[in-house]
């Protein structure tokens, strides 16, 4: 069973919708839950992290960890054009060197 | 706003040849990861790094890979002798005490 997975996609909205992405987890002992944004040939840069379970806002984006499921969700409110990008859920894992294993990222595009 | 740089951001190689892939991590960070992305698969971890040496590993970081801090900035991955499934993009990583891990911009190695 692999670490963390996600459904690559892509995803096509338009403009204004509420987007949700989605990753599971297989470790129960995992506690740090990321979403990276990735543009196209870039690095991946850090939207937010939560620490446990529950929700976490910023902005227009809204993250979500149910730990019960081993589920974790980024919701996207009033989507824009520039939010389309591949959105990466990472986990730290339970080694405690700050390893992140990443799904396989989701291709999201807004479309005006 | 401080950030990770990466030198050559690409790189042509032959088959068999060494490489150097360089990597600035923000200055006052003290944890240092290097990732690779093979193209449209997932970005993966390769190694973390901690006062001065190797503190995790994956199986893909064998012995054709080392890494290291030469000086008090710079943070380098050689590739001893490079292979056709080396091409990809690679991405150095740092972060603090805190868990926000922050990426470079990504070197791409085409390996002929």
């Known amino acids: 069973q692999k670490e963390v997975e996600q459904d690559p996609g892509p995803l096509s909205v338009p403009e204004g919708a509420i987007v949700s992405l989605n990753c599971t987890y297989s470790?129960?002992?995992?506690?740090?839950f990321m979403w990276y944004r990735q543009y196209s040939r870039k690095g991946p840069e850090l939207l937010m992290y939560?620490?446990?379970?529950g929700n976490k806002e910023d902005g227009r984006f809204t993250a979500q960890v149910d730990k019960s499921s081993k589920y974790i969700s980024l919701f996207i409110r009033d989507s824009q054009p520039s939010d389309s990008a591949t959105y990466l859920c990472?986990?730290?894992?339970?080694?405690?060197?700050?390893?992140?294993?990443f799904g396989q990222g989701t291709t999201l595009q807004v479309k005006p | 706003e401080p950030e990770v740089t990466q030198t050559p951001s690409h790189q042509v190689t032959q088959m068999g040849q060494e490489v150097i892939l360089r990597c600035v991590p923000i200055?006052?960070?003290?944890?240092f990861y290097w990732y690779r992305q093979i193209l449209g698969q997932k970005v993966e971890f390769l190694v973390s790094?901690?006062?001065?040496?190797?503190?995790?590993k994956s199986e893909i970081f064998d012995d054709q890979f080392s890494v290291e801090r030469p000086d008090g900035s710079n943070f380098t991955l050689k590739i001893r002798s490079t292979k056709l499934e080396d091409s990809a993009m690679y991405f150095c990583?740092?972060?603090?005490?805190?868990?926000?891990?922050?990426f470079g911009p990504g070197t791409r190695l085409l390996v002929l």
């Open positions: 990583a740092s972060k603090d005490k805190q868990e926000t891990q922050y």
């Open positions: 470790n129960s002992a995992f506690q740090y």
């Open positions: 939560t620490y446990s379970s």
């Open positions: 990472a986990v730290y894992g339970s080694s405690n060197t700050g390893k992140l294993i």
């Open positions: 200055s006052n960070h003290l944890y």
């Open positions: 790094f901690y006062n001065n040496e190797i503190s995790e």
